[in-house]
């Protein structure tokens, strides 16, 4: 399936005062819109997503799954920053006629929920049923639900946060460090910075599973190994892989707008922002996960007016949302109960 790109011929305000002019969003949408209009399943993505959720969420989203193209009307949209359909630093600037690469303006989450909010418009999309995200996806669905509290009707979010920890800010600035070591990366090249990027990616693997799981899947057979470690080959390999499909550019920026994450900026604190989301709920927190611990989730849950909280137990990590898809699924299914009826019965809150 393409991507298709909608364009907005607008002056596209940024949050910290800059501009885009032409923006373009690239999406994918699966199944159709009701009559009702009351099924349609807004999906967020994550860092180096990209909209086609079908190729990166199996057994989670797509036919015979819980978020099926045949129940539901879906969406993904590619977010602002990210090579994959949607204006990025490789996109060309309309003033200069070249790529903008370091000139890109400094954007956070909340305005990649703007570009999305001008999209559902466009899709003549009244209210989201359920709007769904994990990591930085998460944090562009509390954003949105807080935004437009009437438009969100559920919210389920995994593995996210009200704002971004020092924690997760380290790591990032770290990436960062690790990218502009790279002489390339002031190159303003489309392939600039990609030794540094690579680099970055190794990094963050490391918050996103782990010691346990690097401990099982990574070990040597034997104990006369003395170099090409197994975790060796795993990190150069998964950096590699980043590199072919990204660029370090989009990863630059994209930290940032993840370090900007704070609900409670102009709007009377965390707790404040937090109570103003009127959507039904669900926040799910991994065990396991060492980058956005699950106290993290529980927050959330505490401080969400209408919330219900579940742990996802996965061996994975931060990673687990995207991999244990059938546990994920049952604990959504247990959040929503049908009646024969078909229709939802929310969860008591249980704290």
């Known amino acids: ?44 993505h994550a ?6 959720v079908f190729d990166w969420w199996k057994g989670f ?45 400094q954007f956070t989450i909340r305005d990649m929920v703007k570009a999305h909010q001008l999209l559902a418009d466009h ?6 049923h359920i709007l769904i995200g994990g990591s930085l996806g998460g944090q562009q669905a509390i954003e949105w639900s807080i935004f437009e509290p009437e438009r969100i009707k559920n919210l389920i979010l995994i593995a996210t946060n009200a704002r971004h920890s020092p924690w997760g800010i380290a790591f990032n600035e770290s990436q960062r460090l690790a990218i502009s070591t790279d002489r390339t990366f002031y190159s303003n090249a489309p392939n600039g910075g990609d030794k540094g990027l690579k680099a970055a990616r190794s990094i963050a ?37 980043l590199v072919n499909r990204f660029n370090a550019y ?16 102009n709007r009377n604190g965390v707790e404040k922002a937090l109570s103003l989301i009127k959507a039904r709920t669900l926040v799910i927190g991994i065990k396991s996960d060492i980058l956005f611990p699950i106290e993290e989730q529980d927050y959330l849950f505490r401080h969400i007016p209408k919330s219900a909280f579940a742990e996802l137990d996965s061996f994975y990590g931060h990673d687990g949302f995207l991999i244990d898809t059938e546990a994920l699924t049952n604990i959504i299914t247990s959040f929503f109960k049908t009646d024969v009826k078909g229709k939802i019965i929310e969860l008591q809150r249980t704290a």
């Open 1 to 44: 399936m393409n991507t298709e790109i909608f364009k907005y011929t607008q002056t596209f305000e940024l949050e910290l005062g800059q501009q885009i002019n032409e923006l373009e969003i690239g999406f994918h949408t699966y199944g159709r819109l009701n009559k009702q209009k009351d099924n349609v399943v807004w999906i967020c």
């Open 47 to 52: 860092l180096t997503a990209n909209a086609d």
């Open 61 to 105: 989203v797509g036919t015979g799954s819980i978020f099926n193209p045949e129940e539901h009307f879906i969406v993904c949209a590619n977010i602002l920053g990210s090579p994959y359909g949607t204006t990025n630093p490789l996109s060309i600037n309309p003033v200069t006629g070249q790529p903008y690469y370091q000139a890109f303006p």
């Open 123 to 128: 899709l003549q999309i009244d209210d989201i």
């Open 205 to 241: 693997l490391l918050s996103y599973r782990g010691y346990k799981p690097y401990s099982i899947t990574q070990q040597e057979d034997g104990d006369d190994t003395t170099d090409n470690y197994r975790a060796t080959s795993y990190q150069n390999y998964q950096g590699e892989k």
């Open 250 to 265: 989009s990863y630059w920026y994209l930290t940032k707008a993840m370090d900007s994450h704070n609900v409670g900026r």
